[in-house]
Nanobody, 121 residues
C-alpha cells in the first residue's frame, strides 16, 4: 500500500511563512501528479497547488505569487512553500498524489492525513 505523510504545519502570524512537506512511501511504481488541497471549517476542500512529474504547476488564483510547489522525485516528496500567509488561509492542508503501485500499475489518487495550518495573531 501507499501512504502519504504531511508535516510542517503549525501556528504562524499573518504575513509569516511555512513550508509543508509530504512524503510518499510504500509500494510505489511511479507518481504522476502531486498536489496540496486545503479545507477550512464549513468550506469545501479546494486545490491550492499541484505539480506533475514533469514539473508543470497549477495554482489557485488566490495563492499565485505567494506559494510555490516543488517536488523531489528521488525522495517521493512534494513541498509547499507558503509566504505572506493570511488568516483566511487557516485550514487543514492535505497532500494528494496520483500513484501507480507495484501491485496495481494504474494511477490511483491517495490522500494524506492532513496537517493543520493556523494563521493568527
Amino acid at each position: 500500500q501507499v501512504q502519504l505523510v504531511e508535516s510542517g504545519g503549525g501556528l504562524v502570524q499573518p504575513g509569516g511563512s511555512l513550508r509543508l512537506s509530504c512524503a510518499a512511501s510504500g509500494s510505489i511504481f511511479s507518481i504522476n501528479r502531486m498536489g496540496w488541497y486545503r479545507q477550512a471549517p464549513g468550506k469545501e476542500r479546494e486545490l491550492v497547488a499541484a505539480i506533475t512529474s514533469g514539473g508543470n504547476t497549477d495554482y489557485a488564483d488566490s495563492v499565485k505569487g505567494r506559494f510555490t510547489i516543488s517536488r523531489d522525485n528521488a525522495k517521493n516528496t512534494v513541498y509547499l512553500q507558503m509566504n505572506s500567509l493570511k488568516p483566511e488561509e487557516t485550514a487543514v492542508y492535505y497532500c494528494n498524489a496520483d500513484v501507480a503501485s507495484w501491485g496495481r500499475k494504474v494511477l490511483y489518487s491517495y490522500w494524506g492525513q492532513g496537517t493543520q495550518v493556523t494563521v493568527s495573531s
